[in-house]
């Protein structure tokens, strides 16, 4: 009988994390890397990717950077061309990349209200670009070379937004103008667990497990008066630490979830449990 912790080792396998570089992009090339796999980190920010990538390879770790921008085919196909190249397989897809409206210290400031009445089209467009046909166009890339070796796993990274309305209240300030967290978050969010049931079934017979992991919302320096705010709507009564999605990453990533597809893992606190 296998033990347990031998279903988490990904030793020999190969793991691509699109928005690699991101604030969960970074924990989830860590993680995957510790557990075994050799890590591709993509991202649109190319210097950054290979920043990352070198302080894997600097701890030991087998690792590359990849320039990659999602809504473009040419991209995609030349990452997965990489990925070949340097390490004859992909096995493990993890769709990180995404436009998130943030409302920490670093981002909030003028011009970034998000009312719905007003939101422009083009902003739209573009998020519908990058958060669902850019995801689609990376699973289009990456399914080539899992059917060809019989075996994959895609993991969507998904938001609890994407369950249930934002609650607008939290982003709200006395003496401010109003702001919101746009449309487009909940909308595209919501299409990514559309596009995960649909390869997940697409794929049945093919050994291609898909499943979405869905976060609650995670601090990121965030002002105290949200803190406050977003922590009194969650049951466990605080926001997610940036490295607290990665245990569930990894389960779904190894085979310790070999008998789960088309799920949705969602670890948000108890949010969408009330």
């Not at 980190?41 to 087998?62: H, M, P, T, W, Y």
């Not at 938001?159 to 003496?175: H, T």
């Amino acid at each position: 009988m296998t033990n347990i912790l031998d279903k988490f080792d990904l030793s020999g396998r190969v793991a691509v994390i699109t928005g690699g570089a991101g604030l969960l992009g970074v924990e989830f090339c860590r993680t995957l890397a510790e557990a075994g796999a050799a890590v591709v980190v993509a991202d649109v920010n190319q210097s950054a990717a290979f920043k990352i990538a070198r302080q894997l390879e600097e701890n030991g770790f087998k690792a590359i950077g990849s320039g990659l921008d999602v809504i473009c085919p040419e991209s995609t196909q030349g990452m997965v061309e990489q990925t070949l190249k340097e390490f004859g397989r992909l096995d493990i897809l993890v769709n990180s990349a995404a436009l998130d409206p943030k409302f920490d210290p670093q981002h909030v400031g003028p011009g970034s209200s998000g009312a719905f009445e007003d939101y422009p089209l083009e902003a739209w467009k573009q998020a519908l670009d990058v958060n669902l046909t850019g995801m689609f166009l990376v699973c289009q890339g990456a399914v080539h070379p899992m059917l060809a070796q019989g075996s994959g796993v895609i993991i969507n990274i998904c938001s609890m937004y994407g369950l249930v309305g934002p609650d607008q209240r939290l982003y709200q300030r006395e003496g401010q103008p109003p702001r919101y967290k746009p449309v487009y978050y909940s909308v595209t969010k919501a299409g990514v667990l559309g596009l995960t049931n649909y390869l997940a079934t697409y794929y049945a017979g093919w050994n291609i497990r898909v499943n979405a992991l869905t976060p609650g919302g995670v601090f990121n320096g965030h002002d105290e008066e949200f803190l406050k705010a977003y922590s009194a709507r969650s049951v466990l009564g605080r926001m997610a630490e940036v490295d607290e999605m990665n245990g569930a990453l990894l389960f779904l990533a190894s085979d310790a979830s070999s008998y789960m597809t088309g799920a949705n893992l969602i670890v948000d606190g108890g949010w969408t449990a009330w």
